[in-house]
């Protein structure tokens, strides 16, 4: 059927009245239209999307839910880190931050924006041309999980922004928290009651389950709310448009995005005790849940001056309220040795039940923190949990402490190896130094073959302690020397088994050069930190050689990781472990990826692509890097710009919307004959 120009004139019509209506309702929270009115004007834009498929865009309002149910959720590199938070649970401990920031820089003033902590999931938003193009989960900061499809459905979060005066704008990334409000939450648990099924937990978890739901209907009824709090902007100069936080929160607003209304400006950390203290209580009477204060210098210009830890923002805190907390008895202090030497001291405790789980030992961090709370073994103490993931000795209650009870000294030698342990002058650890100490030996290998570095499947705690207390492994290196055959004097250790395993620690030869450095167990170099010096330095031998300022210089990485790879470095036993593992074939660069070229230019430069179906052998992020390599583009949705639909078995919609807009469809074997002509 031919479009006429007023259809084509009234769908753009109704589809700016029906965002209009969304924007006041769901983010304003100041309806323009009648229940009825929104639904007899969504059927009518409905309509003439099926008479017409060549007018549905990606950011009209019919396309917050998805048609057909995911088979699985692809992994995406975030285009900028998303870091954690640096937790403080107290005033105390908030005046320690903000000792410690000001001890890098020195400002006449600061100013701080108080935000509250929503209890929700982290997912990050790429726009382009103003038009929704990715929604991801956090992940681990690096990569997190495409969720485009479910993130449609969150009525809070514009599909094309505002762009009133920002119409150069090439790409804009948005960070926020997605969440349940309670009153919604208790709904979903009702329902579930009455059909049998499990309960939610909690509304932050119940948030998390629901992004990841494969079938998007399903989030769409489960009504998830949206707070956006983070802007990042490409393509022009931030500074021309936000040069606070402050700022960039009215912006977000301006761009359609909600924002929580309780956040403050603060002059002093006075203003933001009393915003906590405030938010104690009244959080209480909240339509959704808060587990804490977040806490912003307000300066973009402080914020890049003071950079990243190996873990956390300098310029940011999450103040927390205080975690579920319950009094138990300690039965003996444990010392712990880890890879770096560290002694850890632990309290044993009697079992109870904590936010859910039950918890028998609760770190004590070192001497100083044992000396803070003279804990003895026999005491009755609080513990919590921190963040509500790490148990923690609150306090000891001395009025219970019985009578024969003595002050813990902490070892002068490792309890591991038995040599004498040290303690360097501004350090509040006590360090094993014994490079032959076998704690430390199995704490690098647990490292190395963790999910994060090597990712080496089968190989646990047991089984790395049994490799080396038989004298099977002194080094990572030495798992690459190991044979079936002399694995069987190991515990319940077959011939199968032993050859499974061989399989897995060759399998780890192939990881990249990022999990390879991470691996390499550099003190304060966790896995984010890695992806980016792999990224600055793309082979061993180049990080090798690099100068400790330029190290210091890239984004998010700072001095202190840049002293400490500096130093590695230096050190002959480490270019030794370097050699062999370069010599059983590990990755020590990165793999450079050649573009498909034809007589010097890119084959596919400026084709656009849309991948649909399931192909014979290539999963779909192949044939999206295939794609790209040979300079070409790959969307979600189907338009009159898509140039080739590649087209797979169980096809769907995009391949009827193709074949009415007359676009070329291919398949797998004629797709790969366009990239080998």
């Given at each position: 059927?031919?479009?006429?120009?007023?259809?084509?004139?009234?769908?753009?019509?109704?589809?700016?009245?029906?965002?209009?209506?969304?924007?006041?309702?769901?983010?304003?929270?100041?309806?323009?239209?009648?229940?009825?009115?929104?639904?007899?004007?969504?059927?009518?834009?409905?309509?003439?999307?099926?008479?017409?498929?060549?007018?549905?865009?990606?950011?009209?309002?019919?396309?917050?839910?998805?048609?057909?149910?995911?088979?699985?959720?692809?992994?995406?590199?975030?285009?900028?880190?998303?870091?954690?938070?640096?937790?403080?649970?107290?005033?105390?401990?908030?005046?320690?931050?903000?000792?410690?920031?000001?001890?890098?820089?020195?400002?006449?003033?600061?100013?701080?924006?108080?935000?509250?902590?929503?209890?929700?999931?982290?997912?990050?938003?790429?726009?382009?041309?103003?038009?929704?193009?990715?929604?991801?989960?956090?992940?681990?900061?690096?990569?997190?999980?495409?969720?485009?499809?479910?993130?449609?459905?969150?009525?809070?979060?514009?599909?094309?922004?505002?762009?009133?005066?920002?119409?150069?704008?090439?790409?804009?990334?948005?960070?926020?928290?997605?969440?349940?409000?309670?009153?919604?939450?208790?709904?979903?648990?009702?329902?579930?009651?009455?059909?049998?099924?499990?309960?939610?937990?909690?509304?932050?978890?119940?948030?998390?389950?629901?992004?990841?739901?494969?079938?998007?209907?399903?989030?769409?009824?489960?009504?998830?709310?949206?707070?956006?709090?983070?802007?990042?902007?490409?393509?022009?100069?931030?500074?021309?448009?936000?040069?606070?936080?402050?700022?960039?929160?009215?912006?977000l607003q301006k761009m359609g995005f909600r924002v929580?209304?309780?956040?403050?400006?603060?002059?002093?950390?006075?203003?933001?005790?009393?915003?906590?203290?405030?938010?104690?209580?009244?959080?209480?009477?909240?339509?959704?849940?808060?587990?804490?204060?977040?806490?912003?210098?307000?300066?973009?210009?402080?914020?890049?001056?003071?950079?990243?830890?190996?873990?956390?923002?300098?310029?940011?805190?999450?103040?927390?309220?205080?975690?579920?907390?319950?009094?138990?008895?300690?039965?003996?202090?444990?010392?712990?040795?880890?890879?770096?030497?560290?002694?850890?001291?632990?309290?044993?405790?009697?079992?109870?039940?904590?936010?859910?789980?039950?918890?028998?030992?609760?770190?004590?961090?070192?001497?100083?923190?044992?000396?803070?709370?003279?804990?003895?073994?026999?005491?009755?103490?609080?513990?919590?949990?921190?963040?509500?993931?790490?148990?923690?000795?609150?306090?000891?209650?001395?009025?219970?402490?019985?009578?024969?009870?003595?002050?813990?000294?902490?070892?002068?030698?490792?309890?591991?190896?038995?040599?004498?342990?040290?303690?360097?002058?501004?350090?509040?650890?006590?360090?094993?130094?014994?490079?032959?100490?076998?704690?430390?030996?199995?704490?690098?290998?647990?490292?190395?073959?963790?999910?994060?570095?090597?990712?080496?499947?089968?190989?646990?705690?047991?089984?790395?302690?049994?490799?080396?207390?038989?004298?099977?492994?002194?080094?990572?290196?030495?798992?690459?020397?190991?044979?079936?055959?002399?694995?069987?004097?190991?515990?319940?250790?077959?011939?199968?088994?032993?050859?499974?395993?061989?399989?897995?620690?060759?399998?780890?030869?192939?990881?990249?050069?990022?999990?390879?450095?991470?691996?390499?167990?550099?003190?304060?170099?966790?896995?984010?930190?890695?992806?980016?010096?792999?990224?600055?330095?793309?082979?061993?031998?180049?990080?090798?050689?690099?100068?400790?300022?330029?190290?210091?210089?890239?984004?998010?990485?700072?001095?202190?990781?840049?002293?400490?790879?500096?130093?590695?470095?230096?050190?002959?036993?480490?270019?030794?472990?370097?050699?062999?593992?370069?010599?059983?074939?590990?990755?020590?660069?990165?793999?450079?990826?050649?573009?498909?070229?034809?007589?010097?230019?890119?084959?596919?430069?400026?084709?656009?692509?849309?991948?649909?179906?399931?192909?014979?052998?290539?999963?779909?992020?192949?044939?999206?890097?295939?794609?790209?390599?040979?300079g070409g583009k790959v969307t979600d949705s189907v338009?009159?710009?898509?140039?080739?639909?590649?087209?797979?078995?169980?096809?769907?919609?995009?391949?009827?919307?193709?074949?009415?807009?007359?676009?070329?469809?291919?398949?797998?074997?004629?797709?790969?004959?366009?990239?080998?002509?």
């Amino acid at each position: 059927m031919v479009q006429t120009h007023s259809e084509v004139k009234r769908v753009e019509e109704l589809r700016q009245l029906l965002q209009q209506a969304s924007y006041a309702y769901y983010v304003l929270d100041a309806p323009i239209m009648e229940d009825a009115v929104y639904d007899q004007l969504y059927r009518e834009l409905q309509q003439l999307e099926i008479q017409h498929p060549e007018l549905v865009t990606p950011d009209s309002p019919t396309q917050r839910i998805g048609e057909r149910p995911a088979t699985q959720f692809l992994s995406v590199r975030h285009n900028i880190p998303l870091y954690s938070l640096e937790n403080a649970f107290n005033i105390d401990e908030l005046q320690a931050w903000d000792q410690r920031w000001r001890r890098q820089v020195a400002p006449t003033e600061a100013e701080y924006v108080a935000e509250l902590k929503i209890d929700g999931s982290a997912i990050a938003l790429t726009y382009e041309d103003g038009i929704l193009v990715r929604g991801a989960t956090r992940g681990d900061g690096v990569t997190g999980e495409d969720i485009t499809q479910n993130v449609r459905t969150i009525r809070s979060i514009p599909l094309r922004l505002n762009f009133d005066g920002m119409e150069n704008i090439a790409k804009v990334e948005v960070r926020g928290e997605a969440f349940l409000p309670l009153e919604v939450f208790k709904q979903i648990n009702e329902e579930r009651h009455k059909a049998g099924e499990q309960l939610f937990a909690n509304p932050r978890n119940a948030a998390a389950g629901t992004l990841r739901q494969l079938d998007s209907r399903i989030v769409a009824r489960r009504r998830l709310d949206f707070f956006a709090y983070t802007l990042h902007i490409s393509g022009m100069d931030d500074a021309s448009i936000a040069n606070t936080q402050w700022e960039a929160l009215e912006l977000l607003q301006k761009m359609g995005f909600r924002v929580n209304s309780q956040h403050q400006l603060c002059q002093s950390l006075a203003e933001v005790t009393d915003y906590y203290k405030y938010w104690d209580t009244e959080r209480l009477n909240l339509p959704y849940m808060t587990d804490g204060v977040v806490l912003k210098l307000n300066s973009f210009k402080l914020q890049e001056q003071l950079g990243f830890t190996q873990k956390f923002p300098r310029w940011a805190v999450a103040l927390k309220y205080p975690a579920e907390e319950a009094p138990t008895r300690v039965e003996n202090i444990a010392v712990n040795v880890g890879r770096t030497g560290a002694l850890t001291p632990l309290a044993q405790m009697r079992p109870v039940q904590l936010a859910g789980t039950t918890v028998s030992r609760a770190t004590l961090h070192n001497s100083d923190r044992i000396a803070q709370l003279d804990i003895r073994i026999g005491d009755t103490v609080i513990v919590r949990k921190a963040g509500e993931i790490i148990p923690e000795v609150v306090r000891v209650l001395k009025e219970l402490r019985p009578a024969d009870t003595q002050a813990f000294i902490m070892p002068t030698d490792c309890p591991v190896c038995g040599q004498p342990v040290v303690r360097e002058t501004g350090e509040a650890v006590t360090r094993c130094v014994n490079a032959s100490c076998q704690a430390i030996l199995k704490g690098s290998i647990e490292h190395w073959v963790s999910r994060d570095a090597l990712d080496i499947k089968g190989v646990g705690e047991k089984l790395v302690h049994q490799l080396v207390d038989k004298g099977l492994v002194h080094s990572v290196a030495d798992l690459y020397d190991l044979t079936a055959e002399r694995l069987f004097v190991l515990e319940r250790m077959g011939e199968k088994s032993a050859q499974k395993l061989i399989e897995a620690i060759a399998q780890s030869k192939n990881q990249p050069w990022s999990r390879v450095l991470y691996g390499l167990g550099i003190r304060h170099v966790g896995s984010v930190n890695a992806q980016l010096l792999s990224e600055k330095y793309r082979a061993v031998v180049e990080l090798a050689s690099a100068k400790q300022s330029d190290i210091a210089g890239i984004y998010g990485i700072g001095a202190e990781i840049a002293q400490s790879v500096y130093q590695w470095f230096r050190i002959d036993a480490n270019q030794t472990l370097i050699e062999r593992l370069q010599a059983a074939g590990l990755q020590f660069a990165k793999t450079e990826e050649i573009p498909v070229m034809d007589n010097g230019i890119l084959k596919l430069k400026g084709k656009i692509f849309v991948v649909t179906g399931t192909l014979p052998t290539l999963k779909r992020d192949e044939a999206k890097a295939l794609i790209e390599k040979a300079g070409g583009k790959v969307t979600d949705s189907v338009s009159k710009k898509t140039d080739y639909l590649v087209v797979g078995e169980d096809a769907g919609s995009k391949l009827e919307k193709a074949q009415a807009l007359g676009i070329a469809q291919l398949t797998e074997t004629q797709f790969l004959e366009i990239l080998e002509d």
